[in-house]
């Protein structure tokens, strides 16, 4: 853990260590300060020094003050430049290392947990970084400093400290133990709250319709109230620790008048060290008292940390490790050979079990079967998105994993249940799918996938620029734009996942028409609810629960195979008129 | 706990804030405040008493210096008995000041908790009486982030700001007037360099401020695209768009730490330019008082004696310390108001109104055909209409529902349904077929007034919707939609939600209706299996059969299917049809569906298209009429 933190320092070790050393040297002049203070005092009010003495000593002083300025803020610099760098480092790493992950492994953490871990976890982060340059060395120097002086100055009197700091640092120390049970339930609370009300939007319509504001107000009332108790019996803790400051401090300031009181009128110590004396208290016992709320910063971002480290540390399960760089797809011949899949290792049940197909170039194939049959999960073996957990899958005679990922999926484009474009144009989008296409390819793609005609109705066509997820646009569109952008790659393989669900039949079938004409050598495997999508396939795959149930034409598959011919007649329902 | 864990995104004073609209956030938050004035009160008075019990202490340096210590040393150093009596009386100071500190923290953390918890109930229950169009044109992230970062900052700056000005304030008065009692001359140069602290304060914070400001805009870039980027993850997988990603990210990540970097420097330079600024004034004062103490006469105005330097030095250390406080204060203030301003603007925005006043009520049915109203269960409902000269008419409740010449638009401009008429008579099933954007959610929408029409009216049992309270018109109403959202909870209290007070029977027969019975029993602890998450642990189509147990358990007599069966496949579709056409039994039902095997048996088919009716009849009449509906039902069967 160590180790991966430390690589993330990179760029900004120097600023790193700069800002611990000038704090270093802030820390320095701030502690001589009360000392050259005393002295100066002394000599010259008793001690029968000149005026020259005091003016020279003096300058000495506001010089040592303005160099400790000068540290300071260069270091408060250096500190932000290594905290954001950290931060900034962390980010990129951990955004590098998603790219990298499997859908496995998306699965594994799923979305919106990656999504706070790289926003508000990396920010505690950061700013613990941040803190830890700064204050994690400040007041310990500090302390060991500001006690070191003092010790200098009147070594009985420094006693005071040995016994007043370990007496406030156990005080800190057992509240923020007691504390933090306290704080985890809070969070717990926290969370508990949000998720309420997260809920809430996202079902306010069914709220709304079925009248339920008042009891949604009541249930909203439970977790506030929960809230606001958890709240303050772990604050009431909490707010103890300016009161034992206080009280600490407080206790030290008449120990010193007490024995310094007693040294003086023995005369073996001066006023002077006895004013500076409760500077020093000051500078001491702040010191303990960040030392003590780093200390709880730490423990509250430690969790943080942890899910941070835990993505950094996944392993992508999928890679390059066994590929061939110089192995390109040559045609869209697809083998699998006793396939099976879970998506936990230690599952019990394959999700696909013992499959065998081979599918020849230029085939087209359907894929139909009920909800969880595994339709999507066999179709993603093909492009390697899942690897196997038994059995092989070879696209162009050789198996996937001996391809390097960029050439397999640059030839097996698949055009996903979900689809998702991004902010930016309808061209920007749809160069995804070839960085350096032609207008005329773009278009050509286009008119195959039916979307040629509404872009164009768009006053800005082409460069219609889409917001975040495409939200100006139907289902259907956004689909067809999909399967454009899939064309682009100029595939050996195509598959859509029931990516033509939200577009009407008539279109529907246009778009295979096209697929059909302008790509006949491309392999085309098309997963659908619909009898009428795949009903013109060369072949259809009939899936249940994981396993082959049938493979023939549609005319071979009707009336003999069970599940295919009860899906055509509840799909043929009173169309008979 | 500490401010230093703050989102850093978060920072910064607001864009364009107005300062009319700062001033009436502050004073509304302190009207929240002021709910607890008495304990407030209380707080201020401990809050002084501890300010000033430091602010004494540190004279009492003067006081064993100057007098005490030099008044034993006088009686030969034997009688202590001044100093023990000198340090008892700073010793029942201290007490009183740590034992005020930890009142005011006591109170305020009370008072502070009290408050937000008051505001958030607010925003909570406002929120639920806001109309849909509100939460159709919010994104639920901008609506959280009131619940989260700016309820967060707003905690921060309640539970602080107060104590921490207050103290700071009334530390800094009396720290400055003990330092002009112990010597005028120092408090001047004292003075001095407070200005040149004040010139530090105000350049700094003006760069921070719009460093902060161009952070937050990073920010904001940044976070966009780890959410596009991160939701998108698997499209850029399948497309090989990992590099790119990356690049593009390196990009605006850099951008972010330098925005960062500087407002974090302008930020925790503050600290140590105002701490150092007052020991440059210690080392000043220490030179100057000497020179005084030196060369200054006792007898002079100006003198100044040991004891008065030694504790005048002490003050100059507290003096910068609560200075810088209140400068920071004034950030966390400024972002808690901005907080603040978001929070008010929803609890400001108006409530869904409604000025129904027609009820649905008990009813009993007279011999002569009339209704009287009653208290108990009878099965028999009507409509309680009181008019303007003060008779009341019962309707019965039938669940008749007509349009007339409704015209709407979302935003004024485009409209969404155009002149659009139909009828739907009790106990009719009514169906609408079209494209996405043809405007058949539109048509539920009005029905159960989420929107209300722009022109014309929709009548039930003949009475003009906006008359009816809308409580009570949706009441009469069950709607199943697409996107099934269940609750946390179990599966019992989620069917239930239906009807809050249904019996373990009712919730039984419903689900064997919605044919989910059979599956809910398969679930390991069957109905009370606890449903997290959205229900993200039961497939769509589980999750719909369980919306339409939901409705079902409601009993009304008109319901809403928007594509209620759309994530059901076609042969658990066919399973669940008897359960639906029972549950549609003597209902008025409109009914919005995506495969035409859905809604053939219709009592009508209304074909819609970018807003208007095109063809309407039942399957058998637009078969016939070979027209829109013909092609799009013919092109399932035979596509070439």
Redesign the interface.
């Known amino acids: 853990m160590i180790k991966t933190l430390f690589r993330q320092t990179k760029g900004y070790r120097l600023a790193s260590v700069l800002s611990p050393l000038l704090i270093l040297i ?1 820390v320095y ?2 502690v001589q ?1 009360p000392f050259v ?1 005393s002295e ?2 002394d000599r ?2 008793s001690g029968g020094a000149g ?1 020259d003495f ?2 020279r ?3 000495k ?2 010089l ?3 160099i ?2 000068a540290s ?2 260069a ?3 250096f ?3 290594a ?3 950290f ?2 480092n962390v ?2 790493s951990v ?2 290392k ?6 496995a492994n ?1 699965d594994r953490f799923s ?1 919106p947990s ?2 706070t871990r ?3 976890d990396i ?2 982060m ?3 970084y ?2 830890i340059v ?1 204050i994690v060395v400040r007041s310990p120097l500090m302390l060991c400093m500001a006690f070191s002086y003092a010790y200098k100055l009147n070594h009985t009197l420094s006693r005071i400290f040995i016994i007043a700091a370990p007496v406030l640092f156990s005080l800190l120390a057992v509240m923020a133990i007691l504390a933090l049970p306290r704080f985890r339930t809070l969070m717990k609370k926290v969370d508990g ?21 008042g ?3 009541e249930k ?2 439970i977790s ?2 929960e ?2 108790d958890a ?2 019996a772990a ?2 803790l ?3 620790s ?2 034992f400051m ?2 600490t401090v ?1 206790g030290c ?2 120990a010193i ?2 024995f310094g ?2 040294l ?4 073996s110590m001066t ?2 060290d ?2 500076a004396f ?2 020093y208290v ?1 500078q001491i016992l702040m010191s303990l008292m960040m030392i003590s ?1 780093i200390f ?2 730490g423990v ?2 430690k969790e943080s940390l942890n899910r941070v480290i835990e993505v950094m540390a996944e392993v992508p399960e999928i890679s390059d490790k066994d590929a061939d760089p110089s192995l390109t797809v040559d045609n869209g011949d697809i083998e699998m050979e006793n396939v099976c899949f879970k998506y936990k290792k230690n599952g019990k049940k394959n999700v696909i079990d013992n499959i065998n197909v081979h599918i020849k170039s230029g085939e087209t194939i359907g894929i139909i079967g ?3 049959s595994a339709k999507t999960t066999f179709v993603q073996m093909i ?1 390697r ?1 899942y690897d196997v957990t038994e059995g092989v899958v070879k696209v162009g005679g050789k198996p996937v994993s001996d391809y390097m ?2 050439n397999l ?2 030839s097996v ?2 055009v ?1 249940q ?1 689809n ?1 474009l ?2 930016g144009t309808i061209e920007e989008n749809l160069r ?2 070839n960085p350096d296409a032609t207008q005329e390819q773009i278009e050509t793609a286009c008119k195959i996938a039916q979307a040629h005609d509404f872009v164009m109705s768009f006053p800005d066509g082409y460069r219609t620029n889409l917001g ?2 495409g939200v100006n646009l ?3 569109q956004k689909q067809r734009l999909c399967i454009a ?1 899939a064309l682009l ?1 100029s595939p050996r393989v195509l598959i859509l996942d029931d990516s033509t669900s ?1 577009v ?3 279109t529907d ?1 246009k778009i295979r028409d096209g697929l059909r004409k302008y790509h006949p050598d491309v392999t085309k495997i098309i997963v659908a ?2 009898i ?1 999508s795949v009903e ?1 396939a060369d072949r259809i795959i009939v899936l249940d629960d994981g396993k082959i149930d049938a493979i023939g034409s549609h005319n071979e598959l009707l009336g003999t195979n069970k599940i295919y011919t ?2 055509y007649k ?6 008979v ?1 | ?2 401010p ?6 978060k920072g910064g004073p607001p864009k364009g804030q107005k300062p009319g609209n700062v001033k009436a956030t502050f004073l509304r938050l302190l009207s929240y405040l002021g709910r607890s004035k008495a304990m407030l009160t209380v707080v201020f008075v401990f809050v002084a008493f ?1 300010a000033l019990a ?1 602010v004494i ?1 540190t004279s ?2 003067k006081t ?2 100057d007098e ?2 030099p008044s ?2 006088e009686s030969g ?1 034997k009688d ?1 008995t001044p ?1 023990v009596k ?2 008892v009386s ?2 029942f100071i ?1 007490v009183f ?3 005020s ?2 009142g005011y ?2 109170i305020m ?2 008072v502070a ?2 408050t ?2 008051i505001i ?2 607010d925003l ?2 406002h ?3 806001l109309p ?1 169009k509100f ?1 159709d044109s919010h994104t ?1 992230g901008e ?2 982030s009131r ?2 970062s700016d309820a967060d900052t707003l905690r921060e700056c309640i ?1 602080q700001s107060f104590v921490q000005l207050s103290s700071s304030l009334i530390s800094v008065v009396g720290t400055f007037v003990m330092m002009v009692w112990l010597s005028p001359v120092l408090a001047l140069f004292v003075v001095i360099m407070l200005c040149l602290g004040f010139v530090a304060i105000k350049a700094l914070g003006s760069r921070s401020a719009k460093y902060f400001r161009e952070q937050q805009k990073c920010v904001g870039a ?3 695209y ?17 590099e790119k ?2 690049a593009d ?2 990009v605006i ?2 951008s ?2 330098k925005a ?3 407002a ?2 302008y930020a ?2 503050l ?3 105002m ?3 007052s ?2 004034t ?3 004062v ?6 005084m ?3 200054i006469p006792k007898t002079s105005f100006f003198a100044i004696s ?2 008065s ?3 005048f ?2 003050y100059t ?1 507290h003096f910068f310390q609560p200075i810088t406080q209140i400068s920071q204060q004034f950030n966390t203030i400024i972002m808690a108001l901005a907080g603040a301003e978001r929070i008010f603007e929803i609890i400001d925005t108006p409530a869904e109104a409604d000025d129904g006043y027609v009820t649905l009520v008990n009813a009993r049915k007279n011999s002569d055909g009339t209704l009287t109203e009653c208290e108990e269960r009878t099965g028999v409902w009507a409509w309680k209409h009181p008019h303007g000269d003060g008779t009341i008419t019962y309707t019965e409740w039938q669940g008749d529902v007509r349009f007339h010449n409704v015209t709407f638009s979302y935003n004024g401009k485009k409209d969404v349904l155009k002149n659009v008429s139909l009828y739907a008579m009790p106990g009719q099933k009514i169906a609408f077929v079209g ?3 043809a405007g058949k959610t539109t048509i539920t929408n009005l029905i ?1 007034r ?1 929107y209300d029409v722009d022109e014309g009216k929709i009548t039930y049992d003949g009475i003009n919707i906006k008359k009816i309270k ?2 009570e018109l ?2 009469s ?3 199943v ?1 697409q996107d099934t ?4 909870g179990t599966v019992r209290d989620n069917i239930a ?2 009807k ?1 007070d249904a019996t373990d029977e009712e919730i039984e027969n419903a689900a064997k209706l919605a044919n989910a019975h059979s599956f809910i029993s398969r679930l390991p602890e069957g109905y009370d299996t606890m449903i997290t998450g ?1 229900g993200a642990n039961l ?3 589980q999750r719909q059969l369980l919306a339409i147990a ?1 409705a079902a358990v ?1 009993d009304p007599p008109v319901l809403i299917l928007d594509e209620a069966t759309s ?8 399973l669940i049809e008897k359960g639906m056409d029972k549950l549609m039994e003597g209902r008025t039902v409109f009914v919005i569906a995506h ?3 859905t809604v ?2 219709s009592d009508a088919i209304m074909v819609l298209e970018q807003g208007e009716i095109i063809e309407r009849g039942t ?2 009449d637009l ?2 009429q070979k027209g829109k509906y013909y ?3 013919t ?3 035979e ?2």
Not at chain 2, 4 to 9: C, D, N, T, Y
């Open positions: 802030e002049m701030e300060l203070m100066l005092v010259g009010v005026i005091v003016v000593e003096g300058a002083m506001v040592m003050a303005l400790a300025l300071g803020a270091a408060a610099r500190a932000a430049k905290g954001m760098g931060g900034a980010r990129a955004f590098e998603i790219q990298n992950f499997s859908f998306i979305t990656l999504i790289m926003t508000t920010n505690t950061q700013m613990a941040t803190m700064r709250l949000n998720s309420s009300v997260q809920e809430n939007l996202i079902g306010i319509r069914v709220i709304k319709a079925f009248v339920r504001a009891h949604e107000k909203f009332r506030n109230d809230l606001k709240s303050i604050e009431k909490l707010i103890l300016n009161p206080q009280m407080y300031i008449i008048f007490w009181g007693n003086v009128v023995e005369s006023v002077y006895l004013a409760i500077t000051n709320m709880a910063m509250m971002s009920g909800t969880g492009p998105l990922l960029k999926r640059d484009a698949m996903l979900v998702l991004f902010s995804w799918g975040q997820g139907s289902g259907g952008r790659k939200a009407d039949t008539a079938a609810q619909r009428s013109h009860e899906v509840s799909q043929q329902e009173g169309s008129a | 706990m500490a230093a864990m703050k989102h850093p995104g501890s430091g202490g009492f340096i064993v210096t005490v210590l034993i040393i150093g202590l100093l000198t340090l700073l010793g201290y000041g740590v034992v500190s930890y923290s006591r953390l009370q908790q009290k937000l918890n958030r109930k909570f229950n929120m639920q009486d849909i939460f639920h609506l959280m619940y989260t539970s940044v976070n966009g780890i959410e596009e980027f991160i939701e998108g993850q698997r499209v850029v997988k399948v497309f090989c768009h990992e990603a990356n990210f390196s990540n850099d972010l730490r960062a970097t500087n974090h420097t925790s330079v600290m140590p330019v701490g150092n600024i020991y440059i210690y080392a000043a220490t030179m100057i008082g000497t020179l103490l030196m060369m040991a004891g330097m030694l504790a030095l002490t250390r494209s996405t954007g159960n989420f809308k409580a949706r009441r109403m069950a709607m939609l959202h269940l609750f946390t939600y239906g809050l959205d497939s769509q189509g939901r409601a994530s059901i496949d076609t042969r658990t579709e066919r495969r035409l095997s053939s048996n399957h058998d078969i016939e092609q799009l039902y092109g399932q069967f596509l070439d």
